[in-house]
């Protein structure tokens, strides 16, 4: 007989649905009530299910630190199917080895062995539902041409029916009408720095015909991703330096170049190795279509397909959680060393003349089936792609106009 019992990672809210009222339509009306429905949502399964009230009282009554026979919640009023439901769903982890329940002992064990906080977790596994957000309510436009003649037109019906954004300029209320403000000397600098920095932009257009140089991508990868330095903290600690900065210096992000058009180099996947500064050719996609793939990972964005490389980002959660163990604010600090990484990368292809773009709108289970990532040690968070952009001013990025602090008016 199996024993249960309560997963430590999941959640349950509750979500108000729409529900078509039958006798309204059966004579010719649409209407709708409002239900509510408990919700639970899984990091065993990524999978959100609904919840009954007897459900929910089940799962209190079942300890996470304990396995309990199912006699003993049987003679607690608890029915055997109700608690296989469950386990099914991974909210309740079951003894039993009929898949797929064995495979959720052990997602559990390596959540809880990388120190993963429940909330993290939930938000996490929440996250990685593919899809694109946009502005035009469910119905993203992604193909280059479509972005370039239905932008204005997509961004005028959204703030018609939404109403404008906040400002894009913060200008706090005063204090007191006597407080005062301090202007501040503008600083313009020159040099190729300044120069980079005033270059960064998105690209979003490659040009075929023009492939990526292999040291164009070796300099894009060492000087974003590479160790630059070291540090022996312990005998079993060392610390690395990057050109960006990391919480705890624990630098828990990876990078996987998929190579559509680097000269020299064969297209497919690879990892890249920051201790012998090389690309580890690794287990190839099935399909050969590596443009239709690009598209599929940033999850229906066309631009994508364009890229000369795409640099898969993931983060080894262990690293950041075995310091910083059982903590929410910990996955935080993960994604804003991503960010780091995607600025240094961006400035990088900026004084290179080369086009970048960032995008966490991404496909993250394609993503982790081809590069065989568990998602729990380590899984994907967001893809840079890299490339040299098209030369006519048609590269469906934004095209900004000079601005100068308190002088231009808009």
């Keep these: 007989m199996p024993a249960f019992k309560r997963s430590r990672y999941f959640h349950v809210y509750l979500a108000d649905q729409q529900?078509?009222?039958?006798?309204?339509f059966l004579t010719g009306h649409l209407r709708f009530s409002v239900q509510?429905?408990?919700?639970?949502?899984?990091?065993?399964?990524?999978?959100?299910?609904?919840?009954?009230?007897?459900?929910l009282q089940g799962l209190g009554r079942v300890p996470s630190d304990r396995w309990v026979p199912l006699a003993e919640l049987t003679s607690a009023g608890i029915e055997p199917a109700t608690l296989e439901?469950?386990?099914?769903?991974?909210l309740l982890l079951s003894s039993s080895d009929a898949p797929p329940l064995p495979a959720l002992r052990q997602r559990e064990e390596r959540l809880a062995s990388a120190q993963w906080?429940?909330?993290?977790?939930?938000?996490?596994?929440?996250?990685?539902?593919?899809?694109?957000?946009?502005?035009?309510d469910g119905h993203t436009v992604v193909d280059l041409e479509d972005v370039a003649a239905h932008s204005e037109e997509n961004f005028s019906a959204f703030v018609e029916k939404n109403g404008p954004p906040p400002s894009a300029f913060h200008r706090r209320a005063r204090v007191t009408a006597e407080a005062?403000?301090?202007?501040?000397?503008?600083?313009?600098h020159q040099g190729e720095f300044f120069d980079a920095l005033r270059g960064r932009r998105t690209a979003r257009a490659?040009?075929?015909?023009?492939?990526?140089s292999s040291e164009e991508l070796a300099t894009i990868l060492y000087f974003t991703f590479g160790c630059h330095g070291y540090a022996r903290l312990s005998k079993d600690v060392v610390a690395i330096k990057r050109t960006s900065p990391s919480g705890g210096c624990m630098h828990p992000i990876e990078v996987y170049p998929l190579v559509l058009n680097v000269e020299g180099l064969p297209t497919g996947l690879y990892h890249y190795d920051t201790f012998q500064h090389a690309l580890r050719r690794l287990e190839q996609p099935e399909t050969s279509d590596l443009a239709k793939l690009a598209v599929e990972i940033l999850a229906g964005q066309s631009f994508a397909g364009s890229a000369h490389v795409l640099l898969l980002m993931t983060?080894?959660?262990?690293?950041?959680?075995?310091?910083?163990?059982?903590?929410?604010?910990?996955?935080?600090?993960?994604?804003?060393?991503a960010g780091h990484l995607s600025q240094t990368c961006y400035l990088l292809c900026s004084h290179l003349g080369l086009g970048a773009f960032f995008s966490a709108a991404i496909n993250a289970p394609v993503v982790e089936r081809l590069l065989v990532l568990d998602g729990v040690t380590e899984g994907a968070i967001g893809v840079l792609g890299c490339g040299r952009p098209v030369t006519t001013t048609e590269d469906y990025g934004l095209e900004f106009?000079?601005?100068e602090p308190g002088k231009t008016e808009l």
């Design 117 to 136: 906080d429940a909330t993290a977790a939930f938000y996490h596994f929440k996250a990685k539902q593919p899809g694109v957000i946009g502005v035009t």
């Design 206 to 212: 490659f040009d075929a015909t023009r492939p990526l």
């Design 180 to 188: 005062p403000i301090f202007e501040l000397p503008l600083a313009i």
């Design 36 to 55: 509510q429905q408990l919700t639970a949502v899984s990091a065993l399964t990524e999978t959100e299910s609904a919840l009954s009230v007897p459900e």
């Design 85 to 90: 439901g469950l386990a099914a769903r991974g």
């Design 19 to 24: 529900i078509l009222d039958l006798e309204s």
């Design 315 to 337: 983060a080894r959660f262990e690293r950041n959680f075995w310091k910083y163990r059982n903590n929410a604010k910990t996955y935080s600090v993960v994604l804003i060393d």
């Design 401 to 403: 106009k000079p601005f």
